[in-house]
T-cell receptor, first 113, second 110 residues
Framework: NAGVTQTPKFRVLKTGQSMTLLCAQDMNHEYMYWYRQDPGMGLRLIHYSVGEGTTAKGEVPDGYNVSRLKKQNFLLGLESAAPSQTSVYFC????????????FGPGTRLTVT | QQQVKQSPQSLIVQKGGISIINCAYENTAFDYFPWYQQFPGKGPALLIAIRPDVSEKKEGRFTISFNKSAKQFSLHIMDSQPGDSATYFCAASGFQKLVFGTGTRLLVSP
């Protein structure tokens, strides 16, 4: 089992460019999450999904969109990147039985110049 | 209010000492209180978790103490080792998601 994987690992964007971050999990988990991690601010929830075809906003959703067309994949999109979106992005997944135990991917380090 | 407040921001402990990290929450509807450990360049991983109807949970050198009336919980790391040097996040589970504290960077000096 690969667990939770994220693509790409690193990316540099210019302001205004767009990109999609891909998260994949092979644990048949129902719930998936996207977080951003910034120094001194912990992990902040961007968007999440409780099942295929469903998405919901988290704490900091502005400037991001998501889609969950397949149960195992959760995509995070930046339509017009801004320097404020420079961060490390983590994807996580979990089951309905133990929602406090989230499994995290290795992260994507994004720099917007 | 769904905030979880965590302190201290950073902590230096000598090898063999006790590391203590504190968290406080507001919302009484949270149903689980996990702690996550994160090493540099890695994603966080669950370390230990406690339900609000339990006052203490111990797993090896790691113990969660939970005070429901004060809405506070803490992580104690006994006999701290250099390999415990990492960032620790407390969290509260509820409403289909986790709310994380801001993290504590622990350095255990040899």
């Amino acid at each position: 089992n690969a667990g939770v994987t994220q693509t790409p690992k690193f990316r540099v964007l210019k302001t205004g460019q767009s990109m999609t971050l891909l998260c994949a999990q092979d644990m048949n988990h129902e719930y998936m999450y996207w977080y951003r991690q910034d120094p001194g601010m912990g992990l902040r929830l961007i968007h999440y999904s409780v099942g295929e075809g469903t998405t919901a906003k988290g704490e900091v959703p502005d400037g991001y969109n998501v889609s969950r067309l397949k149960k195992q994949n959760f995509l995070l999109g930046l339509e017009s990147a801004a320097p404020s979106q420079t961060s490390v992005y983590f994807c996580a997944s979990t089951t309905t039985r133990a929602r406090y135990e989230q499994y995290f991917g290795p992260g994507t380090r994004l720099t917007v110049t | 209010q769904q905030q979880v407040k965590q302190s201290p921001q950073s902590l230096i402990v000598q090898k063999g000492g006790i590391s203590i990290i504190n968290c406080a929450y507001e919302n009484t509807a949270f149903d689980y209180f996990p702690w996550y450990q994160q090493f540099p360049g890695k994603g966080p991983a669950l370390l230990i978790a406690i339900r609000p109807d339990v006052s203490e949970k111990k797993e090896g050198r790691f113990t969660i103490s939970f005070n429901k009336s004060a809405k506070q919980f803490s992580l104690h790391i006994m006999d701290s080792q250099p390999g415990d040097s990492a960032t620790y996040f407390c969290a509260a589970s509820g409403f289909q998601k986790l709310v994380f504290g801001t993290g504590t960077r622990l350095l255990v000096s040899p």
